[in-house]
């Protein structure tokens, strides 16, 4: 094979072409032949990659002169930039940012193209390297000369128009709690402790409005930042000086990206709710109680749910009911008698589920026993000892599930606590590990999140779900995903709702939003927040409930908050609606566990060429059919986008023509907007479930 390389001192003009079959990815055949061709000219370097079955092409342009750069075009147009000083590293922990300079040299060999190029800091280079395929380039990268210790990626955002992925989002606005930018570029992202310990559900992938992708392959933790101090600069930095590995995918709709990035990170093999926990709400105790819970409140909420009409399929009795955090024994003086509680909530046709975690307590009689027996994680920074992290109820050891010993003793203690006490299904809640804890030898924190998974997965969650994330395990094991807790307030049921719009896309598609109502420790939600999102909820895969719409406690008072009549009508009239498109959902279920298609997905998902659809944050597909577009303000009205296509108002009773905006659409407290695609897949099936009775 030939190979072509110049100091650009000397560079002439030239070409190279060399054909190469690519990988089996998502998009290309494996049989369709790639012809990438490199050619140099003294302006710089521009790598082509010609159109291709299922792929558009691309090109990637390297300048001569200045800093080190890499433009990707479609079609002529930009799609992905790097900004100034755009591959950068840290030669210390703590040290100041160096980044390459002026490219020195290039080679084309062996189908990948490799890039030299001098830094700011004397006595180091960077080398880069990009192996192209049909619809997406390998980019790794490294500092030579000097020992990095962290490398960073840095674009400008506006090259790409808006940017979704990540998943949930730390930001000066409150997020993830209260607020979820939507598109990552309307809002300010910063969050320095970015991976896969993180508690947070996140993914280090990104897609842009052009269509073009970035997915960074790392086990480490990473320092992310977009439009950070309204910058207009994405930063995707990881915490080491290993190789820097990326990819960019570049293909002509959004969708396509992420199918691309399905394509790595896998599809879900399973769902682990059944049919009927897609039907029915899950009702758990935290934000109707948080920890002033106990036996005689916990039957008194499960029987006013069943004499109001507002069942579901499992009453869950979260946080604070352990003698301490590890025992795993109830406490005697809040449960006088679990068995008869269990029994009351069966007799009701509930399922009875508990708030588990791994997270043993200093003063837990089980933390001893765990630390001697070396059931622990061990500290990072002295391994002789057990970690110990600082949680919201007090300062824990973490069961260390790569030993199985410590997973058989927590699994026995589990065993006994469920078969005692008739426990049908679990809830697990903080993390499997925390990055101030070494993992086991022959272990990444990383894989953790498996052995997290795996746990979980044999046990019933009921809809609850775990929140693990990050690789290939995490996507396969189909968990249901529940959000981040919210607060309680108009901002929050936004951002409940912008949320499950960025786990979705990020390969999650079994989403329910945080309970509804939100939690968080604020004060109870008004009568109209708590009815706006039961109904958003009604649109969403699962509906996971806490706040009683019979009355609660507002905890930040202790004062009683009763709600009226039409408060029980109006929600169960959102539990009814979900159970009637139950059908309809369980079909795009079955969907999900084939394509991987997300079930809750934004409007350009599935309408592309819809450009207003790019900044909607409020509306969304769930399925093909269904355009839901409840309304999340206190305002009567709210303005409706309707892309191409003949839509029936399962309101109004009437068919739309769009693209159209149905501007200051009615929404009394007793409406949700929604509308069938009449054209679309399912359509029948939905049309059934929503049409005027």
Request: proline letters at 6%.
């Amino acid at each position: 094979m030939r190979i072509f390389s110049r100091k650009f001192g000397c560079l002439l003009a030239t070409a190279l072409t060399l054909a190469f079959l690519p990988s089996t990815a998502h998009g290309t055949p494996a049989n369709t032949p790639v012809r990438p061709t490199v050619s140099a000219s003294p302006a710089g370097l521009s790598l082509k990659v010609p159109p291709s079955s299922g792929s558009p092409g691309y090109s990637v342009t390297v300048p001569t002169h200045g800093q080190l750069a890499l433009t990707t075009r479609r079609s002529g147009r930009t799609v992905l930039a790097t900004a100034a000083d755009s591959l950068r590293f840290r030669a210390g922990s703590g040290s100041d940012w160096q980044h390459a300079t002026t490219l020195t040299g290039w080679n084309w060999h062996a189908g990948i193209l490799t890039l030299t190029a001098d830094t700011t800091l004397p006595g180091a280079s960077v080398e880069a390297r990009l192996t192209p395929t049909a619809d997406r380039y390998q980019l790794d990268w490294d500092v030579k000369g000097v020992a990095a210790a962290e490398l960073s990626l840095v674009y400008g955002l506006s090259a790409s128009g808006h940017w979704y992925g990540h998943g949930e989002t730390t930001t000066p606005s409150g997020g993830p709690y209260t607020d979820q930018p939507w598109p990552l570029d309307a809002g300010q992202v910063e969050q320095p402790d970015f991976g896969p310990a993180s508690y947070q559900m996140v993914d280090p992938f990104w897609y842009t409005e052009s269509s073009a992708g970035l997915y960074v392959d790392t086990g480490d933790t990473m320092d992310v930042s977009l439009n950070a101090g309204q910058d207009g600069l994405g930063r995707f930095g990881v915490d080491s000086g290993s190789t820097y590995k990326a990819t960019v995918f570049v293909e002509s709709t959004p969708r396509a990206v992420y199918d691309d990035y399905i394509g790595i990170v896998g599809t879900p093999r399973q769902s682990d709710a059944t049919y009927e926990q897609y039907e029915k709400p899950l009702w758990n105790s935290w934000a109707q109680f948080y920890t002033n819970v106990s036996q005689e409140k916990l039957l008194a909420y499960a029987t006013a749910l069943h004499d109001k009409g507002l069942g579901g399929h499992t009453v869950q009795l979260d946080d604070k009911w352990e003698s301490n955090y590890g025992n795993m024994t109830f406490d005697p003086k809040a449960y006088p008698d679990p068995k008869a509680m269990s029994a009351q909530i069966h007799s009701l046709g509930d399922d009875f589920g508990l708030w588990v975690t791994l997270w043993i307590n200093l003063d837990s009689t089980n933390y001893q026993y765990a630390a001697d027996h070396d059931y622990l994680l061990h500290d990072a920074a002295d391994p002789t000892k057990p970690c110990t992290v600082t949680w919201w109820n007090g300062t824990a050891g973490i069961v260390d599930l790569g030993n199985p010993a410590a997973k058989a003793w927590y699994q026995g203690n589990l065993k006994t606590l469920m078969d005692t006490y008739r426990v049908d299904g679990l809830k697990f809640d903080t993390r499997f590990f925390d990055d101030q804890c070494a993992p086991r030898a022959g272990y990444t924190g990383s894989d953790y999140q498996r052995l997290g998974s795996r746990l979980a997965d044999s046990y019933d969650l009921q809809g609850a779900g775990i929140r693990v994330h990050w690789g290939s395990a995490a996507h396969e094991a189909g968990f249901v995903v529940r959000q981040i807790d919210k607060g309680t307030d108009w901002n929050s049921l936004q951002a409940s709702v912008s949320q499950n719009l960025a786990l979705s896309t990020i390969g999650y598609p079994f989403v329910e939003t945080d309970m509804i109502g939100g939690s968080l420790g604020q004060p109870a939600p008004t009568k109209d927040v708590l009815v706006r999102w039961a109904q958003s909820s009604s649109y969403m895969p699962l509906m996971y409930a806490s706040t009683s719409p019979a009355g609660t406690t507002d905890v930040t008072t202790g004062q009683q908050v009763p709600y009226d009549d039409q408060t029980v009508a109006l929600y169960r009239e959102a539990i009814d609606r979900h159970e009637r498109l139950a059908p309809y959902i369980w079909d795009q279920v079955q969907r999900a566990l084939k394509t991987g298609d997300p079930i809750v997905r934004p409007l350009f998902f599935d309408f592309p060429q819809d450009r207003a659809s790019y900044t909607i944050s409020d509306e969304w597909m769930l399925g093909p059919a269904v355009l839901a577009a409840p309304n999340l303000t206190a305002s009567a009205s709210r303005d409706i986008h309707l892309p191409a296509g003949t839509w029936y108002d399962v309101n109004r009773g009437r068919t739309v023509k769009g693209p159209v905006t149905l501007k200051s659409y009615a929404t009394p407290l007793t409406v949700t907007p929604a509308f069938v695609n009449l054209r679309a897949q399912g359509a029948a099936k939905a049309l059934t479930a929503l049409r005027r009775q």
